[in-house]
């Protein structure tokens, strides 16, 4: 059985930091490309960040400079470490895996990252 299973989300003031962790199980991590999706209130789910089973990152827009996706596949874990948090950040983060080849993905259930004073 596949599960992914973000942690790290809360709530934080605008100008800080939060770190999410997506710990993987069921899957031979190192096959898949990860990827970091959010979905504001009210709005469509968007992509974040990615990073290919190579280590190849991508990143939106919206985030470039402040997000850094990373992965340990040791401990088959992606991680998205988020600095400068802006009110348009808050939503509910879901983490993503895809197989490198047969294209099959995974969600988690989401964790809320919510960005206010």
């Known amino acids: 059985q596949v599960q992914l299973v973000e942690s790290g989300g809360g709530l934080v003031q605008p100008g800080g930091s939060l770190r999410l962790s997506c710990a993987a199980s069921?899957?031979?991590?190192?096959?898949?490309?990860m990827g970091w999706y959010r979905q504001p209130p009210g709005k469509q789910r968007e992509m974040v960040a990615n990073?290919?089973?190579?280590?190849?990152?991508n990143y939106a827009d919206s985030v470039k400079g402040r997000f850094t996706i990373s992965r340990d596949n040791a401990k088959n874990t992606v991680y998205l470490q988020m600095n400068s948090l802006k009110p348009e950040d808050t939503a509910v983060y879901y983490c993503?895996?895809?197989?490198?080849?047969?294209?099959?993905?995974?969600w988690g259930q989401g964790t809320q990252v919510t960005v206010s004073s």
């Open positions: 069921g899957i031979t991590f190192r096959l898949y490309n």
């Open positions: 990073i290919s089973s190579g280590g190849r990152t």
């Open positions: 993503n895996a895809e197989h490198l080849s047969s294209g099959r993905g995974y």
